[in-house]
């Protein structure tokens, strides 16, 4: 069942089937409600009756939350994905985030607002890697990383949507679109085909979803944390630089406050091109690990410049964030990576759970940052955190298969 060359022309028309732009709408969808906590977190916790130091404390109370039901739910969807397949995750994961977050336009107290984001968390997490799984088994392996690619730069623009809504309306009313968006989705998807390869080996009764075959195979369990370890940096700087970027802000002593929506969504715009970047030097070199290997290392000065450069002035502050926002793009590649490295058998399990535990590290990352914070001050604690994530990522790549033409039609055994 290997797929035949595939010519421009009909690569083009590959690229713009249901199943692929459904994924990249459906992650639209879940950017924006994954990151519309991180830009109306200050208003929303202000209109709670937090203030001052509670506003950075309930923050990462509230993202820890949300990170801990990403967690327990990329294990849930990603073994559902490959037993039950990958379009139960598709259904059942955008029907609990959309509920969700209308759920949190109504919140009224701290503890149901953690509650809310906990739902949403266990929903949001089935999304990308479902999404990821079904383009890369749908389309030819010579231009699965320009449809992985797409499905990325989506999601990435529904990041972008969510602060234009927040600047538009209020923070319950830009909760209520996201799930109205959800659910309007949902509609759409009643046309999505399953993955030919998964009904294929679902028809041979091999066994499905088993993690136990990933934790009891020592080689697989390796490759499985490599991907893992790759993913760090990219939630290093989505999760603290950029979330807390006003706090920040204070510490180097800029010129006016920093706004969390607006860093966001410039870091965000400037993902966006470099999802696009990475994905198409990708296919130009025939490689995952080399681009990857590039956009680490330009994080990396990225991080230096944002943390230690003398910057004062808000705006070059901004340039820094949409700089960070592009080093950030090889998310996609991360993705596609977990993807590729794993059976069919096994493939929605890791596309699911890989980065929903890289997501889900911001949980031990901002544990980590604020002690560093009391020893070593804001700034030189988070570039201690920062390059601790930048060299566990290098050296797990260093350990990685290179996935660019592996051929994805085949099962994990035993």
Same mark, same amino acid.
């Given at each position: 069942m290997t797929n035949p060359p595939t010519t421009q022309s009909t690569a083009s028309a590959k690229?713009?089937? /249901?199943?692929?732009? /459904?994924?990249?709408?459906?992650?639209? /969808?879940d950017m924006y409600d994954l990151f519309l906590f991180s830009i109306v977190r200050v208003p929303s916790l202000r209109s709670l009756g937090l203030d001052g130091d509670e506003l950075l404390r309930e923050g990462i #109370?509230?993202?820890?939350?949300?990170?801990?039901?990403?967690?327990?739910?990329?294990?849930? %969807? !990603?073994?559902? !994905? +490959?037993?039950? !397949?990958?379009?139960?995750?598709? #259904?059942?994961? &955008?029907? &609990?985030?959309?509920l969700a977050n209308i759920g949190n336009g109504f919140v009224t107290t701290l503890g149901q607002y953690a509650v809310l984001r906990f739902i949403a968390g266990i929903g949001l997490a089935g999304e990308l890697g479902a999404g990821i799984t079904l383009v890369a088994e749908v389309l030819p392996k010579e231009i699965r990383g320009y449809g992985t690619t797409l499905v990325a730069t989506m999601g990435v623009m529904g990041a972008i949507l969510a602060y234009f809504v927040s600047d538009l309306f209020e923070w319950r009313i830009s909760y209520f679109i996201g799930g109205g968006l959800g659910l309007l989705l949902l509609l759409m998807r009643v046309r999505v085909f399953e993955s030919g390869i998964f009904k294929h080996v679902k028809e041979q009764g091999v066994q499905r979803g088993n993690f136990g075959m990933i934790l009891g195979n020592r080689a697989r369990l390796a490759k499985y944390c490599q991907c893992i370890l790759v993913g760090l940096p990219i939630w290093f700087v989505v999760g603290i630089l950029i979330t807390f970027s006003p706090e920040f802000g204070k510490a180097l002593g800029l010129s006016e406050p920093v706004q969390a929506g607006k860093a966001v969504m410039l870091s965000f715009a400037g993902q966006v091109a470099g999802d696009i970047a990475s994905g198409f030097l990708s296919q130009r070199f025939r490689s995952r690990k080399k681009i990857i290997l590039l956009f680490i290392l330009l994080s990396t000065v990225c991080v230096g410049v944002y943390l230690l450069a003398p910057v004062r +002035?808000?705006? =070059?502050?901004?340039?820094?964030?949409?700089?960070l926002g592009f080093a950030n793009g090889y998310w996609?590649?991360?993705?596609?990576?977990? @993807?590729?490295?794993?059976?069919?058998?096994?493939? @929605?399990?890791?596309?699911?759970?890989?980065?929903? #535990?890289?997501?889900?590290?911001? &949980?031990?990352?901002? =544990? *980590?940052?604020? %002690?560093?914070?009391?020893? *070593?001050?804001? &700034?030189?604690?988070?570039?201690?955190? !920062? *390059?601790?994530?930048i060299t566990v990522a290098l050296v797990a790549l260093r350990y990685l298969e290179e996935t660019f033409r592996k051929d994805l039609d085949y099962v994990e055994k035993g």
């Amino acid at each position: 069942m290997t797929n035949p060359p595939t010519t421009q022309s009909t690569a083009s028309a590959k690229l713009l089937t /249901v199943p692929v732009l /459904v994924a990249a709408l459906g992650y639209l /969808v879940d950017m924006y409600d994954l990151f519309l906590f991180s830009i109306v977190r200050v208003p929303s916790l202000r209109s709670l009756g937090l203030d001052g130091d509670e506003l950075l404390r309930e923050g990462i #109370f509230l993202l820890d939350m949300q990170m801990a039901g990403l967690l327990l739910g990329g294990l849930f %969807w !990603g073994v559902l !994905g +490959d037993k039950r !397949g990958r379009l139960s995750v598709l #259904f059942g994961s &955008i029907l &609990i985030y959309s509920l969700a977050n209308i759920g949190n336009g109504f919140v009224t107290t701290l503890g149901q607002y953690a509650v809310l984001r906990f739902i949403a968390g266990i929903g949001l997490a089935g999304e990308l890697g479902a999404g990821i799984t079904l383009v890369a088994e749908v389309l030819p392996k010579e231009i699965r990383g320009y449809g992985t690619t797409l499905v990325a730069t989506m999601g990435v623009m529904g990041a972008i949507l969510a602060y234009f809504v927040s600047d538009l309306f209020e923070w319950r009313i830009s909760y209520f679109i996201g799930g109205g968006l959800g659910l309007l989705l949902l509609l759409m998807r009643v046309r999505v085909f399953e993955s030919g390869i998964f009904k294929h080996v679902k028809e041979q009764g091999v066994q499905r979803g088993n993690f136990g075959m990933i934790l009891g195979n020592r080689a697989r369990l390796a490759k499985y944390c490599q991907c893992i370890l790759v993913g760090l940096p990219i939630w290093f700087v989505v999760g603290i630089l950029i979330t807390f970027s006003p706090e920040f802000g204070k510490a180097l002593g800029l010129s006016e406050p920093v706004q969390a929506g607006k860093a966001v969504m410039l870091s965000f715009a400037g993902q966006v091109a470099g999802d696009i970047a990475s994905g198409f030097l990708s296919q130009r070199f025939r490689s995952r690990k080399k681009i990857i290997l590039l956009f680490i290392l330009l994080s990396t000065v990225c991080v230096g410049v944002y943390l230690l450069a003398p910057v004062r +002035d808000v705006t =070059a502050f901004y340039a820094v964030c949409v700089c960070l926002g592009f080093a950030n793009g090889y998310w996609t590649l991360f993705v596609t990576i977990g @993807a590729e490295l794993f059976g069919t058998n096994l493939r @929605a399990t890791v596309a699911t759970t890989v980065p929903n #535990f890289v997501r889900g590290a911001v &949980i031990p990352l901002t =544990a *980590l940052f604020l %002690w560093a914070k009391t020893h *070593l001050g804001v &700034i030189h604690g988070a570039l201690a955190v !920062g *390059l601790l994530t930048i060299t566990v990522a290098l050296v797990a790549l260093r350990y990685l298969e290179e996935t660019f033409r592996k051929d994805l039609d085949y099962v994990e055994k035993g």
